[in-house]
């Protein structure tokens, strides 16, 4: 097993040590290994922070829509998106993976479509806000 540092991982990814350390904090599956105060990442660990990387800063997500990923699909899931195991769009995965079961085919493809789009879901979610709120509904 080859283990690396955390300088070598952050380079690799392009990010700061300390984005790496928030992480860790953030998402309970990342643990790098421990020897004294330094961190050692197996394969596993790099493949989950690619994951974690590309579903925050390439598709959008936010840190409340990653922690979801983690319950609803699980570190397996953000892993496989790292090693760039997903076919398609991990977004197209996500929504596959979502109840949409009971959606027709247009409103299945109409929401896909919205996940696709920051500016487009961030509208469906204040509608929805909106329209619980003005059914009295907390």
Partial sequence: MILRGIAEVADELDLPQHVLRFWEKE???LRPMRSGRRRYYRPEDVDALRGIRALL???GL???GLRRVF???GPTFVRAVGRSQVAGDPIDALAAGLAFAHLSPERRDAL???LADPTACRALVD???AH???R???
């Fill in 57 to 59: 800063h390439d598709r």
């Fill in 127 to 129: 509608m929805a806000v």
């Fill in 136 to 138: 009295g509904v907390s």
């Fill in 27 to 29: 998402f309970g599956h």
């Fill in 112 to 114: 896909i479509e919205t």
């Fill in 62 to 64: 936010t840190l409340d």
């Fill in 71 to 73: 319950q609803e699909r």
């Fill in 132 to 134: 619980v709120s003005h």
